[in-house]
């Protein structure tokens, strides 16, 4: 890597992505868990959320190494991992909808998990700093990737307000219904990224109006800045 490529607002970006994948990581484990142990829909769906998340940012900071290297992107190859990435959100969203009929119709009751509403609410405060964070960072970059992933961090701080709000309902009232409402939630939120990952949208925001040759950065020498 270039020394204009260890700038500080560079080595800041990375930082970024790599504390998105790790504590993505660590959610996947606690919520699937904390989810599975409870028969929770909504947190066992949002954990795996959270694995697929982990996934598309591992794309995302892998083409951010090759544009501040200056080197080339291998677009076949990023097309195919994010159109897996897009199968493993519509699976997931098929997952949670099937699984959220059958317990609104079903005898099953799940049971409360402090584990989850504590994990919510730590990423009710965490996801939004961290997409505010990387948002500063990609625009004082200039790049145009990291800005986009930023808007994917902000999805998931709404996905992890939803999820919450849907758990403490459960927890306060006893709503067994509350919890499919939750998922089919995750499930459109699934689908929505799932598109946009099947159609190679995950490096644009929606206000950025991106094309292929201009998806994701203002260039390498955007991308790299100035210290």
């Known amino acids: 890597m270039s020394g204009a490529a260890f700038s500080p607002r560079a080595r800041r970006a990375v930082r970024l992505e790599q504390l998105t994948i790790g504590y993505n990581v660590v959610e996947m484990v606690i919520a699937v868990a ?9 947190l066992i769906g949002f954990g795996i959320d959270s694995g697929i998340e982990v996934a598309a940012a591992g ?14 992107v291998d677009e076949a190859k990023e ?22 009929v059958r317990h609104l119709f079903g ?23 961290l997409a505010h964070a990387k948002r500063r960072a990609g625009e004082a970059l200039g790049s145009r990737l990291v800005i986009a992933d930023a808007a994917e961090t902000r999805l998931c ?39 946009e990952a099947w159609e190679g ?14 998806r994701t950065t203002g260039g390498p020498g955007a991308a790299v800045g100035s210290s």
């Open 34 to 42: 904390a989810g599975l142990a409870a028969g929770l829909i909504s």
């Open 59 to 72: 794309v995302v900071l892998h083409r951010l190494y090759a544009e501040l290297r200056h080197g080339d």
């Open 79 to 100: 097309r195919r991992a994010l159109r897996f990435i897009g199968l493993t959100f519509f699976a997931l969203a098929a997952y949670v909808t099937v699984e959220g």
């Open 107 to 129: 005898d099953d009751t799940p049971d409360t998990s402090v584990v989850g509403v504590v994990l919510l609410g730590a990423s009710v405060v965490v996801m939004p700093w």
């Open 157 to 195: 701080a709404w996905l992890s307000v939803s999820t919450l709000v849907g758990l403490l309902a459960f927890t306060a009232f006893g709503w067994t219904w509350v919890d499919p409402l939750a998922g089919f939630v995750i499930a459109g939120f699934a689908v929505m990224e799932g598109r």
């Open 201 to 214: 949208e995950i490096g644009c925001d929606d206000g950025d109006g991106c094309d292929d040759g201009e």
